[in-house]
């Protein structure tokens, strides 16, 4: 059981025991700017008494539509303050997608961030009888519409009732509906997982324990607030435990901001390890002989010393030795270019990352530490233990949770963490939820000491017309750390063969090229182009040759474009959409079956 009931009442904590320590970075003109714990729950009992003006009761829904700032914490803190239910809404949306959810759950407000999400609003205003008022973070071109209110307006009203507000703390039900966050909908529409403030705070605490974090710890965060595993990083645990939290500017500027915070804690999904792993085995390729061997040499024992701790708990004095030098010359340099300088616990979770990728960052001595959960047990499940991970698992059960796997190799979850149910849905979550068990959906194995492997999505694995299984996934993985590749979704569900469509990364192409002399074709060439199409089926036989020949990769097509999260093919956690692109490119994949292919 947590120490507070809900989160308010942490927060609460933390600005009365450390009221000047830092909460929030954010940058604004190129500075990075501190909020104290104090001025932090300032804000949030100001927005609260703000909403109770506006008339909100306990119960009531408060959409959230905005990308990560110190506004949308405050917001939705303030919502659960006054014994609403906050609902965040992914800013990258479509106008149809944000109204469904909007009307689905009967949201009474809506925080928008600008006039660009209110449009979106706007757009099916007549289909959201519930929906009373706009808050917006940034008013500016904003249409004049009933029930629009600026968030300095919104303050201004509850500047006078923060004391109110706080009294009002000692009403909230900790086994109340807190949050619904819709799920990310690899398939069909979203559905919206009910959490109650107890279940929020029993995985951060059960979190807690594992991560050994505390007030001098600091993250980034750049992942979508509206995904679990941002809301619990960001806020959850972050306000459970007190440690700062740098406000970041997006994916795109990830790499930059990692450099200028150097958090000790880092979250990250397996494609951004990913990415980080091809470029810098790019850039080695192009390194001087010497210096790739000196490389190589620093690796080498950087490996050597994670297995040795792994096993044993301490160094050998040789191998200590060693490792001083090659921290030295190499190792520690490296993680600061990477803005990894000072982080002691470096996570990554919402997808499976390959054993090599894993293998390769401990030799430079970020030991990654996957994770699994999902929304429905509030985002963590399993954890691998800092001192003894294996690559290619996810770790064992986290502390207060029951994790074992079902007859069919289902994995299923127990614990004061697991969801509520699904919004006007009872079908599903008595489908979802039996006898107390999360039934996740995703398989996997688990091991004499409790390490569970996640082998596939129960609707991902393909079974090919000759009757064999294969996990697309582990596949996809191993193509996916060569430089130049982006994105791959294998096919061959019921097919005589594997196929797969392949997306670029042109930027890791581009250098591949530079150090060759040569000139990228333009993007609508790439395709088609006879040496990009040679260098992908060098990687292809790579994988094929360690894989049985009913899981090799027959033939593949080069795609024009990325897949995006604007266009519905990955999910905000960047996770392909198998069914949304295999219908899209339908007519593509069956000439992969012809009669020219069979």
């Not at 973070?137 to 500047?159: H, K, M, N, V, Y």
């Not at 060693?322 to 990894?340: E, I, P």
């Not at 616990?345 to 030991?367: D, W, Y």
Request: proline share 5%.
């Amino acid at each position: 059981m947590s120490d507070f009931p809900t989160l308010p009442h942490a927060l609460r904590h933390n600005a009365q025991a450390t009221p000047d320590a830092v909460a929030l970075r954010r940058k604004h003109g190129g500075t990075w700017h501190d909020i104290s714990w104090a001025a932090y729950w300032r804000r949030v009992l100001e927005a609260a008494a703000g909403l109770k003006s506006l008339g909100l009761e306990p119960g009531d829904m408060v959409a959230m539509l905005s990308t990560n700032r110190v506004e949308w914490l405050v917001g939705d803190l303030a919502t659960l303050a006054i014994g609403c239910v906050s609902v965040p809404i992914y800013p990258s949306s479509i106008a149809e997608a944000v109204a469904y959810v909007v009307g689905h759950c009967g949201a009474r407000a809506v925080f928008v961030e600008d006039a660009g999400q209110a449009c979106k609003l706007h757009e099916h205003r007549g289909e959201l009888p519930h929906l009373e008022h706009i808050i917006a973070f940034d008013p500016e071109g904003i249409a004049d519409t009933d029930g629009l209110i600026s968030w300095e307006d919104l303050l201004e009203r509850g500047a006078g009732g923060r004391d109110a507000a706080e009294q009002g703390l000692e009403e909230l039900d900790p086994a109340a509906l807190a949050t619904i966050i819709y799920t990310s909908g690899t398939t069909g529409p979203p559905k919206g997982a009910m959490i109650s403030h107890t279940n929020m705070m029993s995985m951060a605490e059960s979190l807690a324990g594992a991560l050994e974090a505390g007030e001098g710890d600091s993250s980034l965060s750049f992942l979508p607030l509206s995904h679990v595993a941002e809301r619990l990083q960001g806020q959850i645990m972050a306000i459970r435990v007190a440690y700062t939290v740098n406000m970041g500017e997006g994916l795109p500027a990830v790499a930059q901001n990692l450099v200028e915070v150097e958090p000790t804690i880092l979250v990250c999904v397996p494609r951004l390890w990913e990415k980080y792993y091809a470029r810098i085995q790019s850039t080695l390729q192009d390194a001087p002989p010497l210096r790739r061997k000196l490389f190589d040499w620093a690796t080498g024992v950087g490996l050597a010393a994670f297995h040795m701790r792994a096993e044993t708990g301490r160094l050998s004095p040789s191998l200590r030795i060693q490792l001083d030098v090659a921290d030295r010359l190499v190792l520690s340099t490296l993680r600061r270019k990477l803005g990894m300088g000072r982080g002691r616990r470096f996570l990554s979770g919402a997808a499976p990352l390959s054993a090599e990728i894993g293998r390769f960052f401990a030799s430079l001595g970020i030991v990654i530490q996957e994770v699994y959960g999902q929304t429905e047990c509030v985002g963590v499940c399993t954890f691998n233990p800092a001192e003894r991970p294996r690559f290619g698992t996810v770790g064992v059960g986290l502390a207060g949770m029951d994790v074992r796997i079902a007859d069919d190799g289902e994995i299923l979850v127990r614990g004061p963490n697991v969801f509520m149910g699904y919004l006007h849905d009872e079908a599903a979550t008595a489908e979802t939820v039996v006898d107390g068990w999360l039934h996740t959906g995703d398989v996997g194995v688990m091991d004499e000491q409790g390490y569970i492997k996640i082998t596939d999505r129960k609707k991902d694995i393909i079974v090919t017309a000759g009757g064999k299984n294969v996990s697309p996934q582990n596949i996809e993985g191993r193509l996916k750390t060569f430089p130049g590749v982006s994105q791959v979704v294998v096919i061959g569900d019921k097919r005589k063969f594997l196929s797969a469509l392949v997306t670029l990364d042109r930027e890791g192409l581009e250098e591949l090229w530079e150090r060759q002399d040569r000139k990228l074709p333009i993007d609508e060439a790439l395709p088609d182009d006879d040496d990009v199409r040679k260098l992908l089926q060098g990687y292809v036989d790579e994988v094929n040759g360690r894989l049985s020949s009913y899981e090799t990769i027959k033939t593949f097509a080069v795609l024009a474009r990325d897949f995006t999260v604007e266009e519905g093919e990955l999910t905000p956690s960047l996770k392909v959409k198998r069914r949304v692109i295999q219908q899209r490119h339908e007519a593509l994949i069956d000439s992969f079956y012809s009669e020219k292919f069979s």
